[in-house]
């Protein structure tokens, strides 16, 4: 005892000094942590402040009225049209077919990337996906102009316009499902063996495994998947804006075409506007509306979530 006494005595070895250090990192960490809380939150409500406040000024003009925006399907600023619809369903439409896409081939590759590939198969799937996800935005909107649109004309003949909403999403949906997948994949690997190992002994095959028991434990972080994807379907500025087509047209049907929300704002904000004219307060207004739809849509895709999500303890 006396020979360790002296050891820690001659490295100056002290307790109370090291739980004061560790107490100051953690002080340190923790600070670090609530900035980076407390920035994301407050880039969310300067960004919605800067919106609103632009779009209050186009909400101002005696010639724009709540009834107008949404209660009429014609938009064009310029002449005293202000109907939004135009712009929301081409905006909706696209990124319906979107999910369409990348949802189930998202979750099929997640699935077979998490029960079925070997080491082997997974390292060679990997990479692609990846390079998936790093093509330029703007490359794949000429993707779909010059490869998906002909594609589709052979299908479905001449009903289907060089720019059209179904090649846009289509294209969208391959865009995004390498998120899908990789967060999905993510997902269901987190859930626990001993799941899978019980489903076995009960006489569960490994597809009803995979199907009944790891994708309902996996389904929230499958959700969190799909409000990034929808958010991320919504938001497209260059695919939408080089292949769905350049004027609002109030339409349902994918295959004409039809100008987003991301798509004007990128071709209108591109020409000589004059400050606080009304097409310039108008792209506000239009981003004002974007924000609200996004962030309804991610409100439902929770609900729904949190409805049918399975808990494991």
Aim: no cysteine; net charge neutral; charged share 10%.
């Amino acid at each position: 005892m006396k020979q360790e006494n002296t050891i820690m005595e001659n490295q100056n070895f002290r307790p109370l000094d090291l739980k004061k250090k560790m107490r100051l990192g953690e002080s340190v960490i923790q600070t670090l942590l609530f900035l980076a809380g407390f920035l994301s939150i407050f880039i969310t409500v300067a960004i919605v402040y800067v919106l609103g406040k632009e779009a209050w000024l186009f909400f101002g003009n005696p010639d724009v009225t709540f009834a107008k925006f949404l209660g009429t399907t014609e938009w064009s600023p310029g002449i005293g049209k202000f109907g939004i619809w135009p712009l929301v369903t081409s905006t909706l439409t696209t990124s319906f077919i979107a999910m369409l896409v990348s949802l189930p081939f998202g979750l099929a590759a997640a699935l077979y990337l998490s029960e079925y590939a070997s080491p082997k198969a997974r390292s060679a799937l990997k990479p692609i996906l990846e390079i998936l996800a790093g093509i330029p935005t703007v490359v794949y909107g000429y993707f779909a102009l010059l490869f998906m649109t002909p594609l589709l004309q052979f299908i479905f003949g001449e009903g289907v316009q060089v720019y059209n909403m179904l090649s846009a999403g289509i294209v969208m949906g391959i865009m995004i499902l390498p998120l899908i997948s990789s967060m999905s994949e993510d997902a269901l690997s987190s859930v626990p063996r001993a799941l899978r190992e019980g489903s076995y002994a009960m006489g569960a095959t490994k597809i009803e495994t995979s199907l009944q028991v790891v994708l309902p434990a996996a389904l929230s972080g499958i959700g969190a998947a799909l409000i990034i994807g929808i958010s991320r379907a919504v938001g497209e500025t260059m695919i939408v804006a080089v292949a769905a087509g350049a004027g609002p047209n109030f339409t349902f049907n994918p295959f004409l075409a039809a100008e987003t929300m991301t798509g004007h704002i990128a071709r209108i904000s591109g020409g000589d506007l004059s400050y606080n004219s009304i097409d310039y307060t108008s792209l506000f207004a239009i981003a004002l509306m974007l924000f609200l739809v996004t962030l309804v849509l991610n409100l439902i895709s929770q609900g729904i979530i949190n409805r049918f999500r399975q808990r494991y303890e």
